[in-house]
């Protein structure tokens, strides 16, 4: 069941069910209004993790919390064993390893998806996506692009009122 209170949105779920994974993350874009150029990193970074956590920690349903921010949007898990979070602490991860294993080919994909992950001792695992900076991108070319429609269409009809 999901909860929505003032500044947060969450939901516990069992996390061998990737269809929770996408309920959660469907209404989480649905109602905050997320732009949807997220939602493969959001949904693909949340399932890779969630699905770990089975061998680590069986049994135990996870906890999915959003708390929405202006130019990012913060995802945490919890709660996440210590075994699994010195596995999402690896500095680094060879490509050679990462083709060799599964757990490192997982944790190397939600770390190219993440733009930070924060780590805490209350066995919390926090995701980090910078909206703002894309956001604002499209937002730029779009209104240049708008600026440059209506000068054309000012600068025909000029035109054709002088002929």
Known sequence: MATKKKGFF?????????????????????QFQISETYYGNILMSLTEFISL??????GIGVKLTYRPGYQQVKLSVQPVSDELILLLD??????????DNEENKK???????????????DNVVTFIFD?????????EDRKNKLQ??????????????NI
């Open 107 to 121: 944790i190397y994909i939600i770390k190219k998806l993440v733009d930070e992950i924060v780590l805490k001792d």
């Open 10 to 30: 969450s939901r516990t779920i069992d996390p061998k069910s990737i269809t929770q994974i996408e309920q959660f993350v469907d209404e989480l874009f649905s």
């Open 53 to 58: 956590i089975p061998s680590y920690q069986d």
């Open 148 to 161: 440059n429609f209506f000068r054309s269409k000012t600068k025909h009809k000029v035109q054709g009122n």
């Open 131 to 139: 909206v703002g900076a894309l956001h604002n991108e499209v937002f």
């Open 90 to 99: 690896k500095k680094k991860i060879d490509l050679v390893n990462v083709l």
